[in-house]
């Protein structure tokens, strides 16, 4: 397992280093861009705020294999007279979905209108802003801005602008450096987020999850991705500095992708999204709390990782596994939690998956543990190691 980790999973600082400083400048560039630009329309129109929030393995020290995928952020500004009122999607969608009205401060005005048509669905009589068609605008917004980075960016780095209907546009940043370790193409995935104060944001769902959905213009979900970074941050405090926490989530991320290997549609995909890495995450922080921290030393290494692997058993085996921070009141009190946070419905991440699959997944899981020294062997030649998309 260790070497392991050491040869197929753990990502060069120096080199992810680099790799975010590239990210850096590329979305910075063209944030800045695209807020000047968004200056222009008035009132009536979505801005954006200037900032980005940097989430995800990459900026939590558990990023496995290549520093090529990013994830940011990027909040926008409503109308200065408009405020979000999201509430919990009873019935409209998958659990954990949230609509999000807009509250005009001095009443609704014709002036408040044209953007109410631009960007928002009736739903059960009332408007409710679109996920759609905000990221509609904001993939058309950027591709406006994208001429005035290129020019800027022309000595640095090559970046180009991709955009799939119902996902959020990528941005491809290829270095122009002369250090060899440099010469990494990365794909930034650019999410238009709706700030809710607290380090929260709406952001809109992915497709995949609104099959058979009656409203799936109209819904969000939250990301709460400040959060985890502040639990992360907490738990390095607590735990032993040679804590082997991250190594085993990334352990468990590269058995999961090589396991894939082995499997046949259409189980191999579900694999992969009941196993998604924000559930692995979840499985984690939750064990984690259990303590005792000093348990986590990188000694007790297999341990650990074994511990993790019987706890997802149980948890896929029982169809339960709730969100860490929606409606939890166990988050230790050095945690400030947002109190929309505290106070909402808490949501079982499986609740979308019936109970075959979530048993013959738990089964995999196991037996992926059991043979997992076989099924490194077999699926560490060049040809597994691509990079696998995910879901």
């Known amino acids: 397992l260790e070497r ?38 008035g009132p009536l129109a979505f801005s954006l705020r200037g900032d980005f929030v940097r989430i995800g393995s990459a900026y939590e020290q558990h990023k496995v294999r290549s520093p090529d995928c990013f994830d940011i952020l ?10 979000p009122q999201p509430r919990c999607a009873d019935g409209l969608g998958p659990c954990g979905a949230f609509v999000c009205g807009l509250r005009a401060r001095n009443g609704w005005t014709r002036r408040c209108r044209p953007f109410a048509e631009g960007f928002c669905v009736e739903l059960q009589g009332r408007s409710h802003l679109s996920s759609g068609l905000v990221l509609r605008w904001f993939q058309g917004h950027l591709q406006r801005c994208l001429a005035a980075v290129r020019y800027r960016l022309q000595e640095r780095c090559r970046v180009s602008l991709s955009a799939c209907p119902g996902h959020p546009p990528t941005l491809h940043i290829l270095p122009c450096s002369d250090y060899v370790c440099c010469h990494i193409s990365m794909a930034v995935r650019l999410i238009p987020a709706i700030p809710l104060g607290d380090g929260l944001y709406l952001t809109a769902l992915p497709p995949e999850g609104l099959h058979g959905s009656p409203a799936p213009e109209a819904l969000w979900g939250l990301n709460a991705s400040r959060q ?36 046949e549609e259409p189980f191999c995909s579900q694999w992969g999204r009941v196993l998604s890495s924000y559930v692995l995450k979840t499985a984690l922080f939750s064990l984690l709390l ?3 921290l000093e348990a986590w030393d990188e000694q007790f290494l297999v341990e650990r990782l074994e511990d993790l692997v019987l706890y997802l058993r149980d948890c896929l085996r029982k169809q339960v596994l709730m969100d860490f921070f929606l409606g939890n009141t166990s988050i230790p009190e050095a945690v400030a939690l947002p109190r929309f946070l505290k106070e909402a419905a808490p949501v079982n991440l499986l609740s979308a998956f019936d109970r075959p699959t979530l ?32 879901p």
């Open 228 to 263: 985890e970074q502040r639990l992360l941050g907490w738990l390095k405090e607590q735990a032993p500095d040679a804590s082997c926490h991250l190594k085993c989530l990334q352990i468990l991320k590269g058995l999961r992708d090589l396991r894939r290997h082995g499997l």
């Open 290 to 292: 259990r303590g005792p």
């Open 359 to 390: 048993d013959l997944v738990a089964f995999q899981l196991i037996s992926t543990w059991i043979q997992a020294p076989h099924i490194i062997r077999m699926y560490s030649s060049p040809r597994y190691l691509r990079p696998v998309p995910t």
């Open 74 to 83: 990027v909040p926008l500004r409503l109308p200065p007279h408009l405020e």
């Open 4 to 41: 392991f980790h050491a040869r197929q999973l753990r990502v060069s600082p120096h080199v992810l280093g680099h790799s975010k400083a590239h990210v850096g400048r590329g979305v910075a560039e063209l944030v800045r861009a695209a807020k000047a630009q968004g200056l222009q329309p």
